[in-house]
């Protein structure tokens, strides 16, 4: 059984895409790539495909942090994070306070606040930290409580690592 050859718009689209397939690929070029940002002190940075100006190993286009060197997975050191959690008597409230060397990793860091119970503590709350690093839970009153803050990046400048508070017993009254 023969089957009748497309005609019109169609015969017209399998000819476009039977000569598109047949033509021959273009020759490779070789092309040099600048790329310009601000560096992690506001300095300018110019890099080139192939360039590795902090010598991690890692090229300029793909290192996050082009003039630090680091043996991290982005190319950016890492920067330890505090996490403090204490009883604010007047406001009746937890105050927690992320801090670092590197502003960006305590800055809008996103806090968990868990409530110790057994059997495994609940999440009560999760908040982002203000621009100074800190946040304020409204909790009930009588019960145990701690921060966490997950390890993250903050583009150009750092790894974050985790941070952990100690437990804060909340008074009953």
Same mark, same amino acid.
């Given at each position: 059984?023969?089957?009748?050859?497309?005609?019109?718009?169609?015969?017209?689209?399998?000819?476009?895409?039977?000569?598109?397939?047949?033509?021959?690929?273009?020759?490779?070029?070789?092309?040099?790539?600048?790329?310009?940002?601000?560096?992690?002190?506001?300095?300018?940075?110019?890099?080139?495909?192939?360039?590795?100006?902090?010598?991690?190993?890692?090229?300029?286009? &793909?290192?996050?942090? @082009?003039?630090? *060197? +680091? %043996?991290?997975?982005?190319?950016?050191?890492?920067?330890? !994070?505090?996490? =403090?959690?204490?009883?604010?008597?007047?406001?009746?409230?937890?105050?927690?306070?992320?801090?670092?060397?590197?502003?960006?990793?305590?800055?809008?860091?996103?806090?968990?606040?868990?409530?110790?119970?057994?059997?495994?503590?609940?999440?009560?709350?999760?908040?982002?930290?203000?621009?100074?690093?800190?946040?304020?839970?409204?909790?009930?009153?009588?019960?145990?409580?701690? &921060?966490?803050?997950? @390890?993250?990046? *903050? +583009? %150009?400048?750092?790894?974050?690592?985790?941070?952990?508070? !100690?437990?804060? =017993?909340?008074?009953?009254?």
């Amino acid at each position: 059984m023969t089957r009748p050859l497309p005609t019109g718009p169609l015969l017209a689209a399998l000819g476009l895409a039977a000569s598109l397939a047949a033509a021959p690929a273009p020759a490779a070029v070789p092309v040099t790539v600048t790329v310009v940002g601000s560096g992690p002190v506001g300095e300018a940075r110019a890099g080139t495909a192939g360039t590795d100006t902090d010598g991690d190993g890692l090229d300029d286009l &793909v290192d996050g942090c @082009p003039t630090l *060197a +680091s %043996g991290n997975p982005t190319g950016c050191p890492s920067a330890a !994070r505090r996490a =403090r959690l204490r009883w604010l008597e007047g406001p009746g409230r937890l105050e927690a306070r992320i801090t670092s060397p590197v502003q960006a990793c305590a800055s809008r860091a996103r806090v968990k606040l868990w409530r110790v119970r057994p059997g495994g503590d609940a999440r009560a709350g999760s908040e982002d930290a203000s621009a100074r690093g800190r946040q304020r839970f409204r909790v009930p009153r009588g019960a145990r409580y701690y &921060v966490s803050v997950s @390890p993250s990046y *903050a +583009s %150009g400048l750092a790894e974050c690592d985790k941070a952990v508070s !100690r437990i804060v =017993r909340v008074p009953r009254r």
